[in-house]
């Protein structure tokens, strides 16, 4: 490890100088936008971006967001409660969140919680499948998915302003800000979200009376380009949010939940000839607080903080060739009511090489080492490339080897907590194919997944619960993703997407799927516009999933939406949004272990100027 890492500070050391000594060029691709390895380095992956569009009929949410827009299934505790993905049949832990190119899944249980990001806030979010822990982290078993806030330094200054009401006095109100001069750009989102969720169980007489939540979100970016050579930026998300826990029809619920989030990053960007230098300081703080009792004043908390430093250089080595290396440092401290005082120090060296073969083949070899001062680390390696036959198919192959670290709750948890643990490994491949046509494109996938040494918590000899390496689970399947655009008379224009997972996610012993992973998912939307008009519906399906000594039924939910925009001879620009959510549900079978809400209507109005 020593040996490889002083091997790689020489060469980006002599890299390094090799960029000083040649004029720069514009590279507009790393002044807007900051994570350039989703884009540059994922030939071989499938990568499924969402975009404004899209992002404002489910923006409020992440989770529904992916859960009608990709093949990610969610595992929800009602709406604004808690949420945990399963991308690929793998667990919550096994998708990495990475937000303008930094993993923010939690220290302390692995995971990220998808209603506390608001896709609003966001230029984009991508999807990108298959393992990538060596470019991402820990974590990125299934995939991984990406906030991206890109900064626009041309001369500009927009607007937009949502306010929104609906059933069960649900509230949201959001203000998007992007302004550029051609040396600064700046973009701003503020949004609040309220609701008393008190919602009626179906088929009951029973109300949900301890599901009210609100929070609030913010997101600042700036950047300054300083001359040809170099450019800053800076990147900033906070959230606050204070929620109860809902209740189901054979528990009272009294919990209370107080979590707050804040990170900021700060990167350099030197831009040379052939080569691109980052350095990436960045520092996160998670905490919560949690009242068995919402009405007393005794909880229990917890709290992480992490200091990241990041520098990579991307080389140009050849016509055919690029390198992409970079060193990456994190000090975790965490502190709580049942975690002691933990620290600890990880590194990690990357290496990517990109081999462009012709201009029909192009593959990536990486290798990644990561040390930790609390376990050892395996050597990780990826491969990943396409082939273009012709412009209407592209084949796509990826395999990798990647990882999941023991989160601090996995180590430290007192009582249980396990200082033996060591990371899940775990390997993959993954082949895809593209087809493109002028009205019709389809991706389609199958994978296999093997995982070693997965960590789950069960009760030992003492009655106590604490997490063990004893699971070997294999995970493979199919995907489909199919769209397709096409106008008709006076301007009208019709879109449809499809999604459809096919996952067998098994333990390889007992040969059983493993809990809230379903077999089958499926979505699909069709959006009408004409002129100023546009109509829309959507549609999900989640089959049936296993849980601890039974099984819950599948369920179907759909949404209905209409939407005109009105102009002035301004910049002005407003539009009504109305929105049926659940118009067609039907629900578990046991729906007091997951109690769905009744159909509820929301309704916007959206002003851009």
């Known amino acids: 490890m020593r040996e490889y890492i002083i091997t790689l500070v020489l060469l980006l050391s002599f890299c390094r100088q090799l960029s000083a000594q040649v004029g720069p060029i514009w590279k507009l691709d790393e002044v807007v936008i900051s994570d350039t390895r989703l884009k540059s380095y994922a030939d071989g992956h499938k990568v499924t971006v969402l975009l404004d569009s899209t992002i404002q009929r489910n923006g409020q949410s992440l989770t529904s967001l992916l859960s009608f827009n990709s093949n990610i299934y969610f595992k929800e505790n009602g709406f604004g409660m808690v949420s945990s993905p399963a991308f690929r049949g793998t667990n919550a832990s096994h998708t990495a969140v990475v937000w303008n190119g930094i993993n923010i899944n939690s220290q302390m249980n692995g995971q990220v919680d998808f209603n506390t990001i608001n896709a609003m806030n966001y230029n984009s979010v991508a999807i990108r499948s298959g393992g990538g822990s060596v470019q991402f982290g820990t974590g990125a078993i299934g995939g991984s998915v990406h906030l991206n806030n890109n900064l626009d330094f041309r001369k500009h200054f927009d607007n937009r302003f949502v306010i929104g009401y609906g059933s069960f006095n649900t509230k949201n109100t959001n203000y998007n800000q992007s302004f550029g001069n051609g040396k600064w750009s700046t973009s701003l989102g503020v949004n609040y979200n309220a609701s008393d969720n008190d919602y009626k169980y179906l088929e009951t007489n029973k109300k949900n009376n301890n599901g009210e939540f609100e929070n609030l979100s913010l997101n600042f970016n700036s950047g300054y380009i300083i001359s040809d050579h170099h450019v800053l930026r800076l990147y900033h998300q906070s959230f606050i949010g204070d929620r109860n826990l809902s209740d189901n029809l054979t528990s009272i619920g009294r919990s209370r939940y107080k979590d707050n989030h804040y990170r900021t990053q700060l990167e350099w960007t030197g831009l040379g000839e052939k080569t691109i230098s980052k350095l990436k300081i960045a520092h996160l703080d998670e905490a919560f607080k949690y009242f068995e009792n919402k009405d007393s004043d005794i909880y229990s908390k917890g709290r992480v903080t992490t200091l990241l430093a990041r520098y990579s250089l991307d080389f140009e080595l050849s016509d055919k060739l ?268 046991n729906v007091a272990l997951r109690p769905m809400p009744n159909r509820n209507i929301q309704s916007q109005l959206i002003f851009n100027f």
């Open 322 to 589: 690029r390198l992409h290396s970079f060193l990456e440092y994190n000090h975790f401290k965490g502190a709580g009511s049942s975690l002691g005082n933990p620290t600890r120090n990880d590194a990690a060296v990357t290496s990517i090489l990109k081999y462009s073969l012709s201009e029909h083949a192009v593959f990536n070899f990486s290798l990644r080492k990561d040390s930790s001062s609390d376990f050892s680390s395996p050597l990780l390696f990826s491969f990943d490339g396409n082939y273009k036959f012709n412009q209407n198919y592209t084949l796509q192959l990826n395999a990798s080897r990647n990882f999941r670290a023991p989160t601090f709750n996995d180590l430290y948890w007192q009582p249980g907590g396990n200082l033996d643990l060591t990371p899940e490994q775990s390997y993959q491949i993954d082949l895809g194919h593209q087809l493109e046509f002028d009205r019709l494109s389809l991706n389609l996938n199958s994978f296999y997944i093997a995982t070693e040494d997965m960590i789950r918590w069960l009760p030992q000899n003492s009655g106590i619960w604490s997490p063990t390496n004893v699971d070997e689970v294999q995970i493979y399947g199919v995907e489909a993703e199919v769209g397709t655009l096409f106008s008709i008379a006076n301007k009208q224009k019709i879109a449809i997407k499809t999604n459809y997972a096919y996952t067998v996610s098994q333990d390889k012993e007992t040969k059983e799927q493993l809990i809230y992973v379903p077999f089958h998912k499926a979505n699909a939307s069709i959006a009408y516009s004409y002129s100023k008009l546009e109509l829309f519906y959507q549609h999900l399906y989640n089959g049936p999933v296993s849980i601890i000594g039974g099984e819950l039924e599948g369920y179907q939910v759909s949404n209905l939406g209409i939407n005109y925009t009105f102009s002035t001879n301004h910049k002005l620009k407003y539009k009504i949004a109305f929105t049926i959510n659940n118009l067609f549900n039907t629900y578990y079978e």
